[in-house]
């Protein structure tokens, strides 16, 4: 049963909403938080997945991605990402108060669940994190962008120098071939009309390097139980940045799994991959309701 409508954020811009509503009463809510450059029309798969488990799955495109409003892949916090996320989880928590509440990240999604579980302790009963985004692996220009003193006062600077000549100068372009190995999938990629393809923005840039700096330094403060599902292959966020979280974070409810040989976006794997990555989502999400 899958229903679109809008969301206002409180600075005004539109967002799509998309929802996989369950034919039996709902066993609890997920919220889908998609990657840079994608939509949630690319998330009906594993949204149906876990709706035949009795979750009711919903979630929006973010501001500037797939049909919601703002420019497009322009942000200037990721705060404000956060923001819209915890408004639309609030509603659904107000609609369904007697069903716990989940979130889903891929990628830039999973950095911001990460920020929003920091900036909002026990609002989640837990997190998934598919090939998060905590540390930037060597995908723009050759640089390392993950989060050290050093290298985030460099790239801070770098970007604030670019901004100053033009905020939306993009750097670089996605590589169908660093997300899956499913040929068919780059096919599917190729033709989605509503996919950002133009690279990522300077001030977008340096909203992330800020996220990421905040990020990597409260690890060890994120106390919301999660799953952490990352393709071993992965060359856009390195799985060291998985670990990291792992190792790092106070919460004794967390679980850890590489899947061998696969790439950045585990749920547009191969199908064996996909549907294994599904059922461990449903699975830990089951154990925890």
């Known amino acids: 049963m899958y229903s679109e409508d809008e ?102 999604g999973g950095m911001i669940s990460v920020r929003a579980s920091l900036r909002n302790k026990d609002f989640f009963h837990g997190m998934v994190l598919n090939g998060p985004l905590i ?40 590589d169908l071939r660093r997300l899956t190995r499913d040929e068919d999938m780059h096919e599917v990629l190729k033709n989605d009309e509503l996919r950002w393809t133009g690279g990522c923005k300077v001030r977008l840039l340096l909203a992330f390097t800020d996220c990421l700096d905040a990020n990597i330094n409260q690890l060890s403060e994120v106390q919301t139980p999660f799953l952490i599902i990352h393709g071993s292959e992965d060359i856009l966020c390195n799985p060291g940045g998985s670990h990291l979280l792992y190792r790092q974070s106070i919460c004794e409810d967390k679980k850890i799994k590489v899947y061998d040989g696969s790439k950045h976006q585990l749920f547009l794997e191969l199908p064996h991959v996909r549907k294994e990555a599904f059922q461990d989502v449903a699975d830990w999400i089951k154990e925890r309701i």
């Open 135 to 174: 540390i930037p692996g060597p995908q723009i220009l050759g640089m390392d962008l993950r989060s050290t003193a050093i290298k985030t006062f460099v790239s801070r600077n770098v970007f604030k120098f670019l901004c100053w000549f033009n905020p939306e100068t993009a750097l670089g372009r996605p």
């Open 7 to 108: 969301l206002e954020n409180p600075r005004g811009e539109k967002l799509a909403v998309h929802c996989w509503k369950p034919k039996e009463t709902a066993r609890a809510l997920v919220f889908l938080a998609h990657g840079f450059s994608e939509h949630l029309g690319f998330y009906h798969e594993v949204a149906e997945f876990l709706t035949k488990e009795g979750f009711y799955v919903f979630g929006h495109d973010h501001v500037g991605h797939g049909k919601s409003g703002g420019l497009r892949a322009y942000i200037e916090n990721v705060d404000d990402y956060c923001d819209d996320v915890i408004q639309h989880c609030s509603l659904m928590k107000a609609k369904y108060p007697d069903l716990k509440l989940f979130i889903v990240g891929h990628s830039m």
